[in-house]
């Protein structure tokens, strides 16, 4: 709720919704609302995309994070989101931010990549304890070990976010390890997946994905969203 000002008076506005000032550079904002077991998977970016699901993966209401639903993988080997390319999607050498909220479901792998392993390719893995953001081009990984609180089954928020040349992973708003030099070009024409093959199957939950190229949003240690992502730009 936020405050309106009336002469001689404050009142609570309960039906405010704060927006989002970097809209407008969303590529992809996945809040997983909708029915059980639904593969209507809901992309509320200005600019929505159309998803292939692949395998099983669903909209789960079993316990989401935020709203009514959660995107589930796990159910079938390789379930997975497939998005087709976007211009959106490259963030060339420019800054960029990637994050979402996770519930480890007794498996990791991949979370989110680029579609190929060609030039600009990227992912979002998590091995062990060990989340890390790989160019898959190069086989480059740059580690980031998260605590081992990754795996206890409840939600955590996850961020890799790049300012200039200099990328950082953030776990629940804190910084895992030294920031990481990167000065890689993620210019690319490979589609998106959520989930699916490498590093074994996914089998986790996940909520409120949003990437936004152009905006480093994280470059120091911060609060954890406590609500759902904003749909609109303020």
Do not use: C, P
């Given at each position: 709720m936020s405050p309106i000002y009336v002469p001689g008076k404050v009142t609570l506005a309960k039906d405010y919704t704060e927006g989002d000032r970097y809209f407008s550079n969303v590529s992809l904002l996945l809040h997983g609302d909708g029915a059980n077991g639904s593969t209507t998977i809901v992309d509320n970016s200005p600019t929505p995309k159309i998803v292939t699901t692949n395998n099983g993966i669903v909209v789960s209401t079993s316990s989401p994070k935020f709203g009514?639903?959660?995107?589930?993988?796990?159910?079938?080997a390789n379930s997975e989101l497939i998005y087709p390319y976007s211009v959106q999607y490259n963030f060339g050498t420019g800054d960029f931010t990637v994050e979402l909220q996770f519930k480890y479901n007794g498996a990791g792998g991949v979370i989110i990549r680029r579609n190929g392993?060609?030039?600009?390719?990227?992912?979002?893995?998590?091995?062990?304890?060990?989340?890390?953001?790989?160019?898959?081009?190069?086989?480059?990984?740059?580690?980031?070990?998260?605590?081992?609180?990754?795996?206890?089954?409840?939600?955590?928020?996850?961020?890799?976010?790049?300012?200039?040349?200099?990328?950082?992973?953030?776990?629940?708003?804190?910084?895992?390890?030294?920031t990481v030099a990167d000065s890689t070009?993620?210019?690319?024409?490979?589609?998106?997946?959520?989930?699916?093959?490498?590093?074994?199957?996914?089998?986790?939950?996940?909520?409120?994905?949003?990437?936004?190229?152009?905006?480093?949003?994280?470059t120091a240690n911060f609060t954890p969203p406590t609500a759902p992502f904003a749909d609109a730009q303020y």
């Open positions: 009514s639903g959660s995107l589930k993988a796990g159910d079938i392993e060609t030039q600009g390719d990227w992912a979002l893995m998590l091995s062990g304890t060990n989340l890390f953001w790989q160019d898959r081009y190069l086989n480059n990984s740059l580690y980031f070990r998260a605590a081992s609180a990754i795996l206890d089954s409840n939600w955590h928020h996850i961020a890799v976010s790049r300012q200039g040349t200099t990328s950082r992973m953030f776990f629940d708003g804190v910084q895992q390890g030294a070009n993620y210019t690319t024409t490979s589609g998106l997946r959520l989930g699916g093959a490498g590093y074994g199957s996914l089998n986790s939950f996940i909520d409120d994905l949003r990437i936004t190229a152009g905006i480093a949003r994280y």
